[in-house]
């Protein structure tokens, strides 16, 4: 049975933020479940695809954050 892929509008299936649109989902928390869970299809092809784009969102949010104190 071939695999429906995500994208920004479908809906985290678990977790802290369950129902929210992929696009909403803190970079972090991506990250997180990259790092420290099995993840299965779709969603690590989901993180898999955006991982630069997450990465360079944090980053972005970091500096924003330094830039401030």
Do not use: C, H
């Amino acid at each position: 049975m071939p695999v429906i892929p995500m994208t920004d509008e479908s809906l985290m299936p678990f977790g802290k933020y369950k129902g929210k649109k992929m696009g909403e989902i803190p970079g972090y928390y991506l990250l997180w479940l990259w790092d420290n869970t099995n993840l299965r299809d779709p969603l690590r092809a989901y993180i898999v695809d955006n991982l630069e784009v997450i990465k360079t969102n944090i980053r972005r949010s970091q500096e924003k954050k330094n830039a401030g104190k």
